[in-house]
């Protein structure tokens, strides 16, 4: 009976998590499909270091 109950857990932990990816990396809106390219990865954004830091 306990494994049944553990086998029961275990798929539902596993089906929690396939859904969890899938809402995170399948959804219509957030970040990405705004426009503003704030998050993107491609855009090279620039740097500036402190004074202190300048060699």
Do not use: W
Not at 19 to 41: I, L, Q, T, V
């Amino acid at each position: 009976m306990q494994e049944v109950i553990l086998i029961i857990v275990f798929v539902a932990a596993i089906g929690f998590m396939a859904r969890k990816f899938y809402r995170d990396y399948k959804s219509e809106s957030g970040c990405a499909s705004s426009g503003c390219n704030a998050c993107s990865p491609t855009e090279k954004k620039d740097i500036k270091l402190p004074g202190h830091l300048k060699g």
